[in-house]
C-alpha cells in the first residue's frame, strides 16, 4: 500500500493504526490513486475490530497535505450539467466512507485546500507550533465549497470566512488555529504525531461500542447542516470556477507572499 503514496502501520498493543500520506517530495499532494486508496483504508479499518482508533498525518514535516495534485487530477473528465461535478477528494475522509472509529489528525507544516476533506472529518486536530492553514482557491481563481463546509463546522464563521476569502495572502497560524478551536493542542514541532497516538491510545483503551456511539452522537448534532450545505456545492463549484486555462495563468503569475496570522 505504501507504493500507492499511502501507509499504514498498525500496532496491536494499543489498537491504533497510523495512516499517512507518504508524498513528501510532493506535500503531500493527493494524486487519483492515493484518493481510492484512502477510500479503500477506511472502508477496510471498518472490517478489523483490533483497530479502535486511527491518527492521519503527513509524511516529511513540511505539509500535512496541500490538497489535489493538480497535474494528476487535470485530465479527469466533468458531466456538462452545472449541477453535478466530480470531485476526486470527496470521498476521502472517514466519516465519507461509513467509518465511526475515532480519527485524530497530526498536523506538521502546510495544511491547505483539499487537506480540510482530511481535517473536516478528524474528531479533532493536534499540531505542531509550525503548522499553518490556508485556502488557495480564491486566489486561483476557484470556488471553495467543500473545503469552508468542512471547516465551518470546526471554525468561527468570521474565521472561516477570513480564511477562505484571503486565499493565498494569509496563512493561519497554529497557535490562532488552537484560539479558535480549529486545534485542540499544539506541541513542539515534530511532536504532533507523537501527542496524536498517545491520545488515539487513551481512546482506544476505552470499551468500543462506548466510543464509537460517542463518535456518531457527536456527528448526529451536526450532520443535518452539513449534509445540506454538501448538497450545494457541486453547484456552486461548477457556476464559480474560471475556465482551467484562466486558472492556469493566476498559478503562473501569482507570487508566494503571504502573512501568518
Known sequence: MSGSGIRVERDKETGVAVVTLDRAE??????????RTLAETWRGFRYEDEVRAIVVTGAGGRAFCTGIDRTAAAGVP??????????????????????WKPVIAAVEGMACGGAFYLLGEAEFLVAGENAAFF??????????????????????????????????????SARRAYETGLVSELTAPGGALAAAR?????????????????VRALWSAREATRAQALAHAPHLVTLGNLPPDRQAGLFTRRTTEYRTR
Not at 466533468?78 to 461509513?98: E, R, V, W
Not at 481512546?203 to 462506548?210: C, D, K, L, Q, S
Open 78 to 99: 466533468q458531466p456538462s450539467s452545472p449541477y453535478t461535478i466530480d470531485d476526486p477528494l470527496i470521498a476521502i475522509g472517514p466519516k465519507a466512507n461509513d467509518l
Open 26 to 35: 510532493k506535500h503531500n499532494a493527493v494524486t487519483l490513486e492515493m484518493a
Open 198 to 214: 498517545e491520545a488515539a491510545a487513551v481512546i482506544a483503551g476505552y470499551p468500543t461500542e462506548a466510543v464509537q456511539g460517542t
Open 135 to 172: 485556502d488557495p482557491h480564491t486566489a486561483y481563481g476557484m470556488v471553495s465549497a467543500f473545503e469552508t463546509i468542512h471547516m465551518a463546522q470546526r471554525m468561527p464563521y468570521g474565521e472561516v470566512a477570513r480564511m477562505a476569502l484571503m486565499g493565498t495572502a494569509e496563512r493561519v
